[in-house]
């Protein structure tokens, strides 16, 4: 489940934020102290900047079904959506590759 989480961002999930996955710790969004789950939904990483501000109430964000992470920056919604390799915005990059190769082969 690690590797999968790790792969479907490229860097903290906190809204331009750059520091390299490889880089973040995982963390609970809804805490597991709080009940949350330990499931890909409830999963995204943080720099260590980051989780250290969601852990002293900071940072707010919640899960959203599709895996983006919903933040509060002063009030105002930011949504973070997934962005690495086994995202399904990249399933969009391999759709768009096919129909180019489906053109040219037939061409
Ligand atoms: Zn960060």
Not at 11 to 36: F, K, M, R, Y
Not at 40 to 63: A, M, S
Not at 77 to 88: A, C, E, M, Q, Y
């Amino acid at each position: 489940m690690r590797v999968y989480i790790k792969d479907l961002r490229t860097t903290c999930s906190v809204p331009g934020c750059s520091v390299a996955v490889e880089n973040c710790q995982l963390d609970h969004i809804i805490p597991w102290g709080e009940g949350g789950p330990t499931t890909p939904w409830n999963i995204h990483p943080l720099c260590v900047f980051h989780h250290i501000q969601k852990t002293e109430g900071r940072l707010q964000c919640y899960p959203l079904p599709d895996g983006t992470v919903l933040f509060l920056v002063d009030g105002i919604p930011v949504f973070s959506i997934p962005d690495g390799p086994l995202s399904k915005s990249n399933k969009t990059w391999g759709t768009k590759f096919g129909k180019y190769m489906e053109r040219r082969i037939a061409a």
